[in-house]
């Protein structure tokens, strides 16, 4: 336990949470894959079909979306169990989780809004309870969806192209993630919870938003001066707002999908303890270089 603790260890979560003993998690906070493929370690499902994990081509040359994120083909049955397989790949980490988190303690996992709902499954099924969904709203958002006029123009439909003016093929502009906010049951009341673990309340005073008391909708953007150290980085001041929300100082802090280290970074500058996981040794070696260039308590 000594040795994972304010430190990030390589290696599968899945693997590597049997080492951390039970209920000594005060919060677990992470920015879990999504499986929505949008790069190798988010394809997390057994369909090779390559129209779905090849690229269009306005995805060549751009950061987001490395793999196509839906067929191009229709839809088959190998195309339709993905999200039943990244529910079972969430499985496969939450049984391990939940007997390390203390009684009362909040988990918040970082979500995509297409799959996010089985992870959430997930969670419930080994034992814990949802709380909230929570609207992380961003400042702008990607929007690459087609001109349906000009998809039937390349086809040669001149005139229907015409009759289908103004409608589009895709999404709606993302311009929020969800957060799923569960906890862990506690015996008999909340308050006896605070009492006998420190945790189970929520520090509303010290989360003021504007001055007024925090919502569900955080609108918490990256710094001017933020360096994003990966495609899927998350805000270090939402980061550090959900730890606020939920721990006091001193407090242990979990993230098995730790990524470039934005979770590990927050907990040394508000002097909280954390265990960090990460499977690719790339990222961790910037999160370990990001470590090495703040000082705990600033």
Known sequence: MDKLVDSITLGDCRELLHRIPKESVHLCLSDIPYGINFDDWDVLHQNTNRALLGQSPAQKGHNAFKRRGKPIQGWNKADRDIPAQYENWCRQWARPLF??????????????RRTIHRAIVALEDVGFVLRDVLAWKKKSAHHRSQRL????????????????QGWRLGNLAPIYEPIAWLFKPYDRTITDNVLRHGIGAMNVG???????????LLEIGFRPDEFRWHEAQKPLELVEYLIRLTTIEGQLVLDPFI????????????????????ADENHLQVAKKRLGEIHSGG
Do not use: H, Y
């Open 206 to 216: 010290a989360c003021q938003l504007n001055g007024s008391s925090p919502t569900n």
């Open 149 to 164: 006029t000009t998809v039937l123009a390349r086809r040669g439909e001149n005139e229907l192209a015409q009759q289908w």
């Open 259 to 278: 990524g470039s280290g934005t979770t590990a970074v927050a907990c040394r500058r508000m002097n909280r303890r954390f265990i960090g996981f990460e």
């Open 99 to 112: 007997p390390v988190m203390k009684k009362g303690a909040s988990l918040f996992i970082f979500g995509a």
